[in-house]
């Protein structure tokens, strides 16, 4: 009997607002442990929350890059659980009237186009962070209460590889959007995964186990992929599959039991008395609808359309937003979008990977890039010396003519220089002159490469070619 996986993420994105999500603490990763806390997000008695527009704003911008319908009324609730990550012993949420309803994700899988639906997006805040040691769990209340959205979508996919598409397509709307950095370094982006295995044919779904906490794509593949194969072989064993809680252990490669559910409802949820409903305006909606960035894919189709880009080199500059802007900064001041295209993939993409960067840390500028290939362009210097001034600046800084003058990289066109050149090249390689009088006319790229190893690469390609048919075919 043949198996069939399904599978459902619940995905925690963390929203860029200056402050918590229920009080005004300052967000700030890496501070001092427990130096942003107050009485609000600390849960003292008698301490009030105040929604923070900004998250909601977030939120339902969210939920319309992702064709979710906005609710026009949702509520708070509150979830209670008891766990040293939350002070007050609850966590204020959202459970049967959420912001964003409904929505979806196409994206392409192995070639194949696939759409995956959304039950819902909800806005809540976060838990503090946990730190185990020996013998010990420290607590980080700089992460409790601020603001997190958690995007949930329908038991809708069937592989490792539908769940890793899945969450970079929502990374990259996200990013786009502004909603969120989503560095799962970070902790910004993290998903809890739900993975079921039944009989192929069989309607009724296998009993769920849900895998806690993933922040690493790779660790999600792993995780599921093995908790297919658990599942499938339990199964075949004759026995059966218990629903509860697992985590993963990426060391050993497997999932392992955290705790077991004795029904889906593990936790208790009650109305928050604090806070009121939320009621957002149609006329607000529409504001910040019309605030909405253009995302990947019309900016992709652009670059090919308006710039006359390849589609690769299109999808490759819009994958990260950072990379699409700084792009685009450099074609205020150059009309060559496939120059520009092959700088960033090829120099620049090379080093940031060297140097573990990213590409606002570089020092070359889009500014210092387009007058690079202006200099190209205007024959002033090579493409591979133009490489070499990039490089220069990535690592050094400075301004490309000053350093193409101390390097002594300015491409040679004067005729007398080129002349002696050639006529070396001539006088030493009687054979591919020969080849070439007598019509084998791919002879002349030997001699072309003569010249500019004579030259150091410092000769102008075009001028040196003209020169040399010139001698040739006298």
Known sequence: ????????LETHVMQKTNTKMFCSCKCEYGAEPNIHVCPVCLGYPGALPVMNEKAIELCCKAGMLLGCEINPYSKWDRKNYFYPDMAKNYQITQADEPLCLGGQVTVEVEGEMKTFTLERIHQEENAAKNTHIAGASLVDYNRAGTALMEIVSNPCMSSAADALAYMAAVKQIMQYGGISNCDQEKGQMRSDVNVSVRPVG??????????????????IKEAIEYEIDRQTALIESGGSVVQETRGYDPDRGETFTQRTKENAHDYRYFPEPDLMPVKVAAEQLEQWRSELPEMPAPRRDRYVAELGLPEYDAGV????????????????HTKNAKAVSNFIMGE???????????????????????????LIDAKTISTG????VFEAIFNEGGEPKAIIEAKGLAQVSDDSALDGWADEAIANNPKPVE????????????????????????????????????????
């Open 348 to 374: 620049m993409m090379r080093l940031l990977s060297e140097q573990d960067m990213i590409i606002s840390e570089s020092k070359v500028t889009p500014e210092k890039l387009a007058e690079i290939i202006a």
């Open 435 to 474: 080849e070439y009088k007598a019509g084998n006319a791919a002879s002349i790229n030997f001699l072309m490469g003569q010249v500019m190893k004579a030259s150091r690469g410092k000769a102008n390609p075009g001028a040196v070619m003209q020169m040399l048919k010139q001698k040739l075919d006298a």
């Open 1 to 8: 009997m043949k198996y069939e996986a399904t599978i459902g």
């Open 385 to 388: 010396a133009g490489k070499q």
């Open 202 to 219: 069989q309607k009724e779904l296998g009993s769920k186990v849900e895998i806690k906490n993933m922040n690493s794509f790779a660790f």
């Open 317 to 332: 500059l819009t994958a990260d937003k950072a990379t699409a802007d700084w792009f685009e900064r450099a074609m205020l």
